[in-house]
């Protein structure tokens, strides 16, 4: 059984405030992705890191950024939040070519 | 432009009968293909998958087909159960882009009793 967590699971806020989404998995993998998702959409990728102090962008990523220090640990955090946030938010680790989801962010921008 | 596409957004199926779930692509470079399954408010649990080199992968109720020339695969549940009501994602690898995966909208399976 996977083991990855997400807080907050639900998040509202006024724009332009500055939010950190956290993400960690106990599982040691190398791998982790965070992923946007909007009701009836595809995923689409925001971050993603190979390992300690390795990211990559997604087609997404130009209003966030992340961060791996740890394994076990990767953040995203917007700076300054809008209403075209609103959405909910994947983080995910992988192993091989499975992905193993956390069960997400639902996050409201007023 | 959408290069895993899930053309149908719902099904319904009575249980004990077959579930069929319907995944097309359009990049030849995919070489390796994913379903996951989502449960309200909880994340996609991966299901099965398929290799290119393979058209078809068997895991119990379960069972991935892989066409490659006609770029599509699916996704067969036999018998469906009611607990195997949920969303399910169609997701793919590029061998060009091996650390990115591309996901479908997702059917909304309805199996009833």
């Known amino acids: 059984e996977a083991d990855i967590y997400q807080t907050p699971r639900y998040l509202v806020i006024g724009t332009g405030k500055k939010i950190t989404l956290e993400c960690s998995q106990t599982?040691?993998?190398?791998?982790m992705y965070w992923y946007q998702q909007d009701p009836g959409m595809e995923l689409h990728l925001i971050h993603y890191s190979y390992g300690v102090n390795s990211t990559e962008k997604g087609d997404l990523s130009s209003e966030s950024t992340v961060s791996r220090i740890r394994t076990e640990h990767f953040p995203l955090t917007l700076e300054s939040a809008r209403p075209s946030h609103t959405s909910q938010y994947l983080c995910?680790?992988?192993?091989?070519?499975?992905?193993?989801f956390g069960p997400g962010t639902r996050l409201t921008v007023l | 432009d959408q290069q895993v596409k899930q053309n149908s957004p719902s099904l319904s199926v009575q249980e004990g009968r077959i579930s069929i779930l319907n995944c097309d692509y359009t990049n030849s470079m995919f070489d390796y293909f994913l379903w996951y399954k989502k449960y309200p408010a909880e994340g996609p649990t991966f299901l099965i998958s398929?290799?290119?080199?393979?058209d078809k992968n068997e895991d119990g109720r379960f069972t991935v087909f892989l066409n490659k020339s006609a770029k599509h695969l699916s996704l067969h549940i036999v018998p469906s159960q009611p607990g195997d009501s949920a969303v399910y994602f169609c997701?793919?690898?590029?061998?060009?882009?091996?650390?990115?995966?591309?996901f479908g909208t997702g059917t909304s399976l309805t199996v009833i009793p």
């Open positions: 997701a793919a690898k590029s061998i060009d882009t091996g650390n990115q995966f591309y």
């Open positions: 995910a680790s992988r192993v091989h070519y499975e992905q193993f």
């Open positions: 398929i290799s290119s080199i393979k």
């Open positions: 599982m040691g993998h190398d791998k």
